[in-house]
């Protein structure tokens, strides 16, 4: 059964591909259209809590997800899965979650702006590196043979031009950008998920026989990564807005680049498009109820 799943091929058109792509793109672009330089310069006012967000992203829930991996020992490509995740940038959701949190929406957004901008370097490096690593998730990249460039390229296609357009426009169509940013993030949230749930219903079978495998990993590693978040900034010694926001920044993963990068460079590899799949729902939904729960609470300082 573990072998059935490591070379198990999740299926997906290319059709459905280009869907992803350019979903993934409208999404960034619609979040890039509420950022400005001044989010950027605001971010680099504070050093303390732009190390604090990138640490914790791109540093901190990748070595987590390793330790985590080592400890439980999942087959080779949902250990391959769980590190995909922790190499991919902040989810765009997570802007939305952080307001209806009570925390820091303007370091939220601006977190978003940068974390994207370094995910350009970052996710290829995460991956290759602690893909490399393990030696189970190692056989895998050496079979694909996975090109830390082309990974690079594509992720700066889908998710750095938008940014970087949607900023522009942002600055030059302020009045127009508020409007398309209303129409846009819901739209694109709603198609994305309509993505996932085609996706599950073109595998059924394929995710009902394997659900037992993933599930409780994927709740597991969430939890882990909203833990590392808030109690990292509790450690620097961020205010409660800011662990709030650096909780939900860390835990809420681009699942969605997560399961453009599979489908591009590994041929819809059973074990992780299952694991990113799951995540994509999963992170959601805890968000949801962790942003619930915290907006019915008073933040103390």
């Not at 989010?39 to 997800?65: A, C, M």
């Not at 080779?76 to 765009?92: E, K, Q, T, Y």
């Not at 590196?129 to 998730?137: E, K, Q, R």
């Amino acid at each position: 059964m573990n072998e059935n799943l490591d070379s198990l091929k999740i299926n997906f058109d290319t059709e459905g591909l280009w869907v992803l792509n350019v979903t993934l793109a409208i999404i960034m672009f619609g979040v890039a259209l509420g950022i400005t330089i001044d989010d950027f310069k605001r971010l680099f006012k504070n050093p303390r809590i732009l190390f604090t967000g990138i640490f914790s992203q791109f540093i901190l829930l990748p070595l987590v997800t390793f330790i985590f991996i080592k400890l439980v020992n999942p087959m080779p490509s949902i250990a391959l899965g769980m590190m995909m995740v922790a190499a991919c940038p902040g989810g765009n959701i997570s802007n939305f979650m952080t307001q209806m949190a009570k925390g820091n929406t303007a370091l939220s957004v601006s977190l978003t702006a940068f974390a994207t901008l370094v995910s350009l370097v970052m996710t290829p490096f995460n991956l290759e590196f602690w893909g490399n690593l393990y030696a189970p998730t190692a056989q895998i990249l050496q079979k694909v043979e996975l090109n830390p460039w082309e990974l690079a390229k594509l992720v700066t296609l889908i998710l750095g031009i938008p940014l970087i357009l949607g900023m522009l426009f942002n600055k030059y169509y302020k009045n127009l950008s508020k409007k398309l940013s209303k129409i846009l993030k819901p739209i694109s949230l709603v198609i994305f998920m309509i993505f996932i749930v085609i996706a599950f219903y073109d595998n059924f079978d394929i995710f009902i026989n394997y659900v037992e495998y993933v599930l409780i990993l994927v709740v597991a590693h969430n939890l882990l990564a909203l833990l590392t978040g808030f109690y990292f900034a509790k450690a620097m010694k961020l205010s409660r807005k800011n662990q709030r926001t650096l909780s939900i920044e860390t835990g809420i993963q681009n699942s969605g680049l997560g399961l453009l990068l599979i489908f591009s460079f590994f041929n819809g590899l059973g074990g992780m498009a299952l694991l990113v799949a799951f995540w994509a729902i999963w992170d959601i939904i805890s968000g949801l109820l962790l942003a619930t729960y915290w907006s019915k609470q008073k933040i103390k300082e």
